[in-house]
């Protein structure tokens, strides 16, 4: 089993970057296919990124952020990070970070392939 917490939300104006952390706890952490969800308001969650594991060669993003949005992971502090530049209000979510440790896949985009999430970061994006 292994134990998520992200970090790093907040308020910016839009225009502005922030950075999310996830750090794992509890299994070797390149293991992991990781991934980052979010949830705004009255709709669904919905998929932002994913990075592929051990060595984090592969990276799917949502189209919605392609070229905004950047993930990474650093094996050796057992994190992932979701960089976030030219913010929009529509960004505003809480974001959510996913782990799983796939039987066939090296990255995974789907939520309920996702086995372990962390409790969530409020990022707020205003106009």
């Known amino acids: 089993q292994v134990q998520l917490v992200e970090s790093g939300g907040g308020l910016v104006q839009a225009g502005g970057s922030l950075r999310l952390s996830c750090t794992a706890s509890g299994r070797t952490f390149s293991n992991y296919a990781m991934g980052w969800f979010r949830q705004a308001p009255g709709k669904e969650r919905e998929f932002v990124a994913a990075i592929s594991w051990p060595s984090g060669r592969s990276t799917s993003y949502a189209d919605s952020v392609k070229g905004r949005f950047t993930i990474s992971r650093d094996n050796a502090k057992n994190t992932v990070y979701l960089q976030m530049n030219s913010l929009k209000p529509e960004d505003t979510a809480v974001y959510y970070c996913?782990?799983?440790?796939?039987?066939?896949?090296?990255?995974?985009?789907?939520?309920?392939?996702?086995?372990?999430w962390g409790q969530g970061t409020q990022v707020t994006v205003s106009s």
């Open positions: 996913a782990a799983d440790t796939p039987r066939t896949k090296s990255i995974i985009t789907t939520e309920y392939e996702y086995e372990y």
